[in-house]
DNA sequence: CCGGTAAGTG
């Protein structure tokens, strides 16, 4: 049976239950057009009219809630049933599986789909390739490459398989849901291809990881195109091989004369700051003030400032900060200033930056938070980091996590607060608490000799990993400093016996 | 009057 093992039971009776609020949410033609469409059983003339007018609502009104009001309101006026389905009805229908297809609730369009279309023979008019294409978009974005499958045979089996555009929506399906081999075999076996089955390959294949086929068969692409550059080169990007992303980069721009796209950019950015290519970020932020992305796309803007900042030019940053319209900045615009002022230092302007973020009447999130406390907790700021801490708790209701707390232990313990510190640590909830927050306290402990709370320390971290070795190292050091040496011993005998290796080098810092 | 592709902005 056609999809048998999905919830077959329609998900609208909940929104049709309160038809009357809904109602009241409409456009007053669209009212208009259900209380007739509710009156007539038979296809009057001025349906048709408005079924047109639906059609140009489904584009004026591109909210989700929207959509959901005039579906609940196709379903109770008998929209659905109503045979044969016309073209006008199907387009009705498609937009309806399109909107769906996409996040949050892709499963809704496979649901619709089987709510309208499954009783329909083949030889009414009924699918056409809008709906499959959507349809396996919706399949993508669940993750459910049994349903897609199921689909594909529907679309054998109603004579779509060799549609361009369904074909390269399928191949993307398959792909997207890490069937690589189904995916493969159908694109290999597709008459035609376009540019666009290309793209969804290489993207595919990227989004895999498999690098090499992706590269493969981005070599063997006639007429590549942007996307396609763009997407072996976020293949790279993924994988940490930068100098690779840069060389394509070149060989695009320089060798083939194709210009990246906003969406390039952003990818191709990370890939600027690992290599430390000052002069390419500069020349591409040339491009992009020029091409209009920094003015038109705050996203390229706030990667721009963070890629100078983590290039070393706070200033560079800050100067492309301030140069955004203040009504231009959004949430994460200031959170990376903060943030970048908090690495290089600026702790106080940090802080500040925060307060004119408040002013703006910008709503902190705990990145931001984050970040303003690790400016308080590298500057010394200690009255001020808890000051933020509380009103990130108390007056923004955002739980903290793990990180946190470990940036106000690394506050504390930086100045010698071991108490502070040690009372938060042990104000952590026991499902979140991790093993670095121990150690942070513990280099604390070791850094301002205090033996007894190191002791406290090591203990739980015995509980939560008990081979890690450079704590027993560190708490050696701690005791042979507090004059320990017995205990010191101790420990050092702790380590021979369980053959803990010391490995050299770990940051104790605050990371993850 | 509907289509298919690229995304680490903190």
Sequence with gaps: MLLGFINPAPRFSLITSSTRSIKSFLPHKLVQFFKQCTRSHSHHPSLLVEEEHIISLLHKHPTRNRYIQIHSQLITSGFHRRRPLDETQLIIWNTLIRVYSQAPFPE?????????FHEITPSSVSYDSFTFSFLFKACANVQNPIIGSQIHAHIVKFGFEIHVYV??????????????????????????????????????????GDINLARHIFDDMPGKTIVSWTGII????????????????????????????????????????????????????????????ISSDIRVTNSFIDTYVK???????FELFQEVPRKQKNLITWTTIISGLAMHGKAKEAVNHFQEMENEGLKPNRVTFLSVLNACSHGGLIEQGREFFEKMVNVYQIIPDIKHYGCMIDMFGRVGMLEEAEKMAMEIPTDIINVIIWRTLLGACSYHGNAEMSERA????????????????????????????????TIRNIMDGRNVLKVPGLSLSFTN
């Design 458 to 489: 090591m203990k739980k971290i015995f509980e939560l990993e008990r081979d890690y070795s450079g704590d027993y190292v560190l708490l050696s050091n701690t005791f042979s400093g507090a004059g320990r040496f017995d205990d010191a011993e």
């Design 108 to 116: 809704e369009a496979i649901n619709l789909y089987k709510l309208i």
């Design 234 to 293: 976020d293949g790279y990007v993924r994988l940490n091989r930068h100098t690779e992303a840069l060389s394509l980069f070149r060989q695009m721009t320089l060798v083939e004369g194709i210009m990246p796209t906003e969406i390039t950019v952003l990818t191709f950015l990370t890939s600027v700051w690992k290599t430390g290519s000052f002069d390419l970020l500069q020349s591409l932020h040339a491009y992009s003030v020029r091409t209009g992305f």
């Design 167 to 208: 074909q390269t929506a399928l191949v993307n399906m398959y792909l997207m849901c890490e069937c690589l081999n189904e995916g493969i075999k159908v694109f290999d076996e597709m008459p035609v291809r376009n540019h666009v089955t290309w793209n969804v390959v290489i993207t595919g294949l990227t989004r895999m």
């Design 311 to 317: 290039c070393g030019s706070i200033d560079y940053g």
